[in-house]
């Protein structure tokens, strides 16, 4: 499951919405939460920087990967995924995103927009034997929520 603050989804389709028709793109970061959860603590948008037809296909600047990697040093925070819009699409993994899977363990989330509307963010993972993706389910949080649940979990007796 990914759980993730509703304005950071707000902030990702308005950023699908606005890219529309090309493709937009950028970083979640966060941290692990339990076997089977990951919890969203910071999005980073991205110009996407692709060399190929921007309608379907995006590259995140390396730069805003290198900074990003370099803000969670020393914390409990990693880059735990990357999202982009499906432009006239749907909001599932194409053949194209498959094939630049390069990194398995990083989430997808895809944003399908028509017409310059965005359709809620689905969240994917690569399968083990990388024949394709498994969806997971996408949580909106209320920030003050997670907060909450932080402190509330690392509070000692």
């Given at each position: ?95 194209t995103d498959l094939a630049k899977a390069y990194e398995p363990d990083l989430i997808w989330v895809i944003v399908a927009v028509a017409g310059g509307r965005a359709a ?38």
């Amino acid at each position: 499951m990914l759980l993730v603050p509703a304005t950071f989804l707000t902030a990702i389709t308005k950023a699908a919405e606005a890219a529309w028709p090309r493709e937009c793109c950028g970083l979640l970061a966060g941290r692990d939460h339990g076997q089977d959860t990951i919890v969203v603590t910071r999005v980073k948008p991205s110009e996407n920087l692709t060399t190929g037809e921007a309608e379907d296909s995006f590259e995140v600047d390396p730069q805003v990967r290198f900074d990003l990697m370099r803000a969670l040093e020393h914390t409990d925070k990693r880059i735990v995924g990357h999202y982009h819009s499906h432009p006239n699409g749907r909001a599932e993994p194409s053949a194209t995103d498959l094939a630049k899977a390069y990194e398995p363990d990083l989430i997808w989330v895809i944003v399908a927009v028509a017409g310059g509307r965005a359709a809620p963010p689905r969240a994917f993972v690569v399968k083990a034997d990388k024949s394709g993706f498994d969806e997971i389910a996408v949580t909106p949080t209320n920030q003050a929520d997670m907060t909450a649940k932080k402190e509330k979990g690392s509070a000692r007796p």
